[in-house]
């Protein structure tokens, strides 16, 4: 008797000797958030921050090696025009606009070594997406190759 008030409380809709319920009764299995009644670390994988990190840097770089090209070709042609001695190839190799781009570049490639150690670590960890550790290890990979390309080229052709 004491269990069919027990099942009377819970149940108030029930008229008492009609029905028995043998199954426990749940009041969140329709909950609207399944997810709180899930482990989290059994759900879906976060993306890893370095990996992120460079693939944000590896974007950046290469807008950055794009506006240094465009800005310093623009200078440099508008100030000396078309170079037809070799004392305007001294002249150029000391323009201030030259200057700074070098610089640019070579922070740049700062830049993409970071991007290149942080991508490496994103692919490192374990239990995370490495799709931006991919693709920014990739970027700054690629980057890195072509600078030493054009550094190896320059070389050879002295």
């Given at each position: 008797m004491d269990n069919q008030n027990n099942q009377n409380n819970h149940h108030p809709d029930q008229s008492g000797s009609a029905t028995d319920y043998s199954e426990p009764h749940h009041d969140n299995l329709f909950t609207p958030y399944p997810s709180d009644l899930e482990d989290?670390?059994?759900?879906?994988?976060?993306?890893?921050?370095?990996?992120?990190?460079?693939?944000?840097?590896?974007?950046?770089?290469?807008?950055?090696?794009?506006?240094?090209?465009?800005?310093?070709?623009?200078?440099?042609?508008?100030?000396?025009?078309?170079?037809?001695?070799?004392?305007?190839?001294?002249?150029?190799?000391?323009?201030?606009?030259?200057?700074?781009?070098?610089?640019?570049?070579?922070?740049?490639?700062i830049l993409n070594l970071a991007g290149l150690i942080l991508g490496v670590i994103g692919l490192i960890l374990k239990n995370r997406k490495k799709v931006f550790a991919i693709i920014g290890t990739i970027l700054s990979g690629v980057m890195i190759l072509a600078f030493a390309g054009l550094i190896i080229a320059g070389i050879y052709m002295m």
């Open positions: 989290p670390s059994m759900g879906r994988l976060k993306h890893s921050g370095p990996g992120i990190a460079s693939f944000v840097i590896g974007l950046v770089s290469i807008i950055g090696y794009m506006l240094t090209l465009v800005i310093a070709t623009m200078a440099i042609n508008s100030t000396i025009g078309v170079v037809t001695t070799p004392i305007q190839v001294e002249e150029i190799a000391l323009h201030p606009a030259v200057v700074l781009a070098s610089l640019a570049v070579l922070v740049c490639l």
